[in-house]
């Protein structure tokens, strides 16, 4: 077999969005990591964490390389893509509640394997690690575990989105003659924390130590909110997830994400799943683009003057804000449709911009 390697992970555009933009009140630049291969960010993290597993060519030492990944979220999937793009076998174990449409997704990515097993994702996790990994490796195979968040690896593959952030911004700036090329504030969800802690590295690489970041969970999910308020770090911090945003649903964020947590410029924000589910349909009628909750919750902040609520103070036109479209394949047209039945009441209650292409469209069909 012919091995080839191929990076896991793309270059992302990073867009001027003149709907969110006249929305929030300020210039909205989205980061659009719903393009990465896997439909989500997590392709960077995962995919440099495996990269960084391949054997050195040099030493032409050790056995086949095998990937393991237990989830049936987004992490299984980028491991799917990940493996692929690296031409490695990979077997993803999945507990029982994953859902067909993510088990196809999987499969379709190429997986080797996706097995079903367990009632919940320890369950799945231990089955994958004590008995099949362990056979694996009787066999003599090479096995890895991939991990969703907690490994300095996928924080660093995380980080670089902000160098591709920062020399896009810069562009701007060139072009524009003399602007800023910082942003007034970065905004992105927060599960595990992995995206999170990358975001920081990232920020702090480039001299952006004193730039507001915000970290948004959903309430049920919020477990960096929870642990902050605290002031310390316990596992678990949540005694069980009571979101539907399930890919923010860490019962304990990992401790780089809970030390980052507590700098003076990053602001822990809590909405409900309404707001995020909110920002889901928002995005599909203003840019054409389907995220999950986990996604939605971070552009809910673009609408109905909320980030300058949460940012504490006044944006003008100029200000530049750049919003980390996470991504997320958990999603289908059915679904948005259904939030939008489920949970349009809440655009009563908005302030609206009438000029804003979602604010004309009819939440449940009543205007
Ligand atoms: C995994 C995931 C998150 C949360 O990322 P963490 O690194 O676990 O904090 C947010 N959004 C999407 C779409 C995800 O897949």
Redesign the pocket.
């Known amino acids: 077999m012919a091995s080839t390697t191929k990076k896991p992970w793309i270059r992302t555009p990073l867009i001027e969005s003149a709907a969110l933009s006249k929305a929030a009140g300020c210039r909205i630049f989205l980061k659009l990591e719903n393009l990465q291969p896997s439909g989500?960010f997590?392709s960077r993290g995962i995919g440099n964490y495996m990269l960084r597993r391949l054997p050195d060519p040099a030493s032409g030492s050790s056995g086949p390389i095998h990937f393991y990944c237990s989830s049936g979220?987004?992490?299984g999937l980028a491991c799917a893509h990940a493996a692929r793009a690296l031409s490695r076998p990979c077997t993803v174990v999945v507990p029982l509640t994953t859902s067909a449409l993510m088990i196809a997704k999987i499969r379709a990515a190429g997986a080797t394997a996706v097995i079903q097993e367990g009632a919940s994702w320890v369950e799945a996790d231990t089955y994958m690690r004590l008995i099949l990994m362990r056979e694996a490796e009787k066999k003599g195979e090479k096995v890895v575990y991939a991990p969703?968040?907690d490994d300095p690896d996928i924080w660093e593959g995380h980080s670089w989105m902000m160098d591709e952030i920062k020399d896009d911004l810069d562009k701007v700036a060139l072009d524009e003659r003399g602007g800023r090329s910082e942003p007034e504030a970065v905004i992105c969800?927060?599960?595990?924390?992995?995206?999170?802690s990358g975001v920081m590295q990232g920020i702090d690489r480039h001299g952006w130590g004193h730039v507001p970041v915000i970290a948004l969970e959903t309430h049920g999910t919020d477990s960096l909110n929870q642990a902050l308020k605290r002031g310390e770090l316990k596992a678990p911090t949540l005694p069980a997830i009571t979101s539907r945003a399930t890919?923010?649903g860490?019962r304990t964020v990992c401790r780089q994400a809970f030390e980052y947590g507590q700098r003076k410029n990053v602001k822990s924000v809590v909405l409900e799943d309404a707001e995020a589910a909110m920002g889901c349909w928002r995005l599909a009628d203003d840019e054409r683009m389907m995220v999950?909750l986990?996604?939605g919750v971070n552009v809910a902040l673009c609408y109905g003057g909320r980030l300058e609520k949460y940012l504490g103070r006044k944006l003008n036109a100029e200000s530049k804000v750049v919003v980390i479209v996470?991504?997320?394949s958990n999603i289908t047209v059915e679904e948005l449709t259904s939030y939008r039945q489920e949970y349009g009441h809440i655009e009563k209650f908005e302030a609206r911009n009438e000029e804003v292409p979602s604010t004309q469209s009819a939440p449940n069909g009543s205007r």
Request: a neutral charge; charged letters at 10%; hydrophobic letters at 35%.
């Open positions: 989500s997590k979220g987004n992490a969703p968040f969800g927060v599960g595990g924390g992995g995206l999170f890919c923010l860490a999950e986990a996604c996470c991504g997320g």
